[in-house]
T-cell receptor, first 116, second 112 residues
Framework: NAGVMQNPRHLVRRRGQEARLRCSPM?????VYWYRQLPEEGLKFMVY????????ESGMPKERFSAEFPKEGPSILRIQQVVRGDSAAYFC??????????????FGPGTRLTVT | QKEVEQNSGPLSVPEGAIASLNCTYS??????FFWYRQYSGKSPELIMF????GDKEDGRFTAQLNKASQYVSLLIRDSQPSDSATYLC????????????FGQGTELSVKP
């Protein structure tokens, strides 16, 4: 059973370009979460999605960031017009369900975004 | 007060000793707690979770939850150098969806 998959693993973008980060959840998991880890900082929640629905985007910056989880295909985190402060590790996690105390989230390997 | 607080460490223990990692939290009900391990440059790896008062054991790991004191801990018995990593405590308000709220993490160093 493959784990959570993310690609690319490393992404370099120049300021002003767009970054697209992809996440395929574990088989049987329909809940996807995105987290960001800035250098020397803790993990911060960004957004929680189910297929075709954004459930909680309370951690998403108001501008330039968007996320989707289409009916077919991976979840996408999109960052438009990247700035140096967007340089971070972006992790995706998935769980089989939500709303119960025991539903664990499993993390993918992350995408390390560097903005030059 | 932050919702989840951990000592950043580093915590240094000799090989074979018990490492004790602690986490305090702000109580807002319907919570469960997860411990993750993160090696430098890698992704968080789930160790275990707990949501009932008391102890929960899994191999060399024991999680302890004390809701009255708003305190959760992770004990690692027979610590090995390979346990050297950052340990993340995370809080889940499971009746509010699936958002994990992480502490800053405690860096553990196990000396041979």
């Amino acid at each position: 059973n493959a784990g959570v998959m993310q690609n690319p693993r490393h992404l370099v973008r120049r300021r002003g370009q767009e970054a697209r980060l992809r996440c395929s959840p574990m088989k049987g998991h329909s809940h996807v979460y995105w987290y960001r880890q800035l250098p020397e900082e803790g993990l911060k929640f960004m957004v929680y999605l189910q297929k075709e629905n954004i459930i909680d985007e309370s951690g998403m910056p108001k501008e330039r960031f968007s996320a989707e989880f289409p009916k077919e295909g991976p979840s996408i985190l999109r960052i438009q017009q990247v700035v140096r402060g967007d340089s971070a590790a972006y992790f995706c996690a998935s769980s089989p369900k939500a709303g119960q105390p025991s539903y664990e989230q499993y993390f993918g390997p992350g995408t390390r975004l560097t903005v030059t | 007060q932050k919702e989840v607080e951990q000592n950043s460490g580093p915590l240094s223990v000799p090989e074979g000793a018990i490492a004790s990692l602690n986490c305090t939290y702000s109580d807002r009900g319907s919570q469960s707690f997860f411990w993750y391990r993160q090696y430098s440059g890698k992704s968080p790896e789930l160790i275990m979770f707990i949501y009932s008062n008391g102890d929960k054991e899994d191999g060399r790991f024991t999680a302890q939850l004390n809701k009255a004191s708003q305190y959760v801990s992770l004990l690692i018995r027979d610590s090995q150098p390979s346990d050297s990593a950052t340990y993340l405590c995370a809080l889940l308000f499971y009746n509010q969806g699936g958002k994990l709220i992480f502490g800053q993490g405690t860096e553990l160093s196990v000396k041979p």
